[in-house]
C-alpha cells in the first residue's frame, strides 16, 4: 500500500532553517511527480512545491521562492524540502503528496517558528 512517511520538522527560531524528509513506498515513486504541502492553523492546506520525477522543481509557492528549495533521491524514493530564512508565517503542518489517481498523503510534520 502506499505510504508517505514525513519527518524533520521542529521548533526553530526565525531565520532558521530545517531540512524536511518523506520517505514513500508502495508505488512507483521514479515515475511521479511529488507534491509539498503546508497547512497553518486557521487557514486551508496550500501547495508548497512541486518536484518532477527527473528531480526538477517547477513550482514554488510565491510565499516561499528563494527560501525553501525542493529535491528528491529516486534511488532512496525519498523527497526533501529545505526550509532557510524560516519566519513565523511558515508555521504549520507540512505534507507530501503523491497523486495516483487519488490523492494520498502522510501524517505530516509539524513545523513550528518562535522565539
Known amino acids: 500500500q502506499v505510504q508517505l512517511v514525513e519527518s524533520g520538522g521542529g521548533l526553530v527560531q526565525p531565520g532558521g532553517s530545517l531540512r524536511l524528509t518523506c520517505a514513500a513506498s508502495g508505488f512507483a515513486f521514479s515515475s511521479n511527480t511529488m507534491y509539498w504541502y503546508r497547512q497553518a492553523p486557521g487557514k486551508e492546506r496550500e501547495l508548497v512545491a512541486m518536484v518532477l520525477s527527473d528531480g526538477s522543481t517547477i513550482y514554488y509557492a510565491d510565499s516561499v521562492k528563494g527560501r525553501f528549495t525542493s529535491s528528491r533521491d529516486n534511488a532512496r524514493n525519498t523527497v526533501y524540502l529545505q526550509l532557510r530564512s524560516l519566519n513565523y508565517e511558515d508555521t504549520a503542518v507540512y505534507y507530501c503528496?503523491?497523486?495516483?489517481?487519488?490523492?494520498?498523503w502522510g501524517q505530516g510534520t509539524q513545523v513550528t517558528v518562535s522565539s
Open positions: 503528496n503523491v497523486k495516483l489517481g487519488r490523492p494520498y
